[in-house]
């Protein structure tokens, strides 16, 4: 049945051999070389990959920075912004209160000389009327310099209000 054959060993072991040289020559240098430019090709992309990795994170952090920064900036102008317009406000309200003030004040003084006008007024047509009424009791007209002596005289016994 199996019957070592001592020359078809040697054969085999001699092909074997040849086609080892053969594919040395021809084939197995070349595709290791192809591997081996298959393997750099595949190194340098993975650190092109790791780099831009890198290069993502260094860039996702500054930009969390930059928005942490605008988000402050943000809400300190919203601060300014607040108290800006409060201030405004009561620079508004106080200057309505000090024309408010400023009008009632003129108001008063306004009704003070109105008054004051109105009773200088009625106190001339008092004294008129106490002229003629004297005139009509004592039966003689009395000359200008009589007549404005006893109105003064009357004005000055008059109470000032």
């Known amino acids: 049945m199996l019957d070592p054959n001592p020359g078809l060993i040697i054969w085999t072991i001699v092909t074997f051999v040849l086609l080892m040289v053969v594919l040395r020559k021809f084939a197995w240098k070349p595709l290791l070389d192809a591997l081996q430019k298959r393997e750099e090709g595949v190194r340098g992309t993975l650190e092109r990959a790791e780099h831009a990795r890198e290069e ?5 952090e500054e930009h969390r920075k930059l928005l942490a920064k605008s988000e402050a900036e943000s809400h300190r102008i919203l601060n300014e912004g607040r108290e800006l317009g409060e201030k405004l406000k009561n620079e508004i309200v ?6 408010s003030r400023r009008l009632a004040e ?20 008092v004294a008129n009327l106490a002229i003629k009424a004297a005139e009509k009791i004592l039966d003689e007209t009395l000359d200008d310099k009589k007549h404005r002596a006893i109105v003064d005289s009357f004005m000055k016994n008059l ?3």
Not at 94 to 99: G, I, L, T
Request: hydrophobic share 30%; glycine share 0%; net charge negative.
């Open 159 to 161: 109470p000032k209000n």
């Open 94 to 99: 106080e200057k309505a209160n000090q024309q």
């Open 56 to 60: 993502a994170e260094r860039l996702l």
């Open 106 to 125: 003129q108001a008063k003084q306004e009704i003070e000389r109105d008054k004051d006008a109105a009773l200088a007024e009625l106190r001339t047509e």
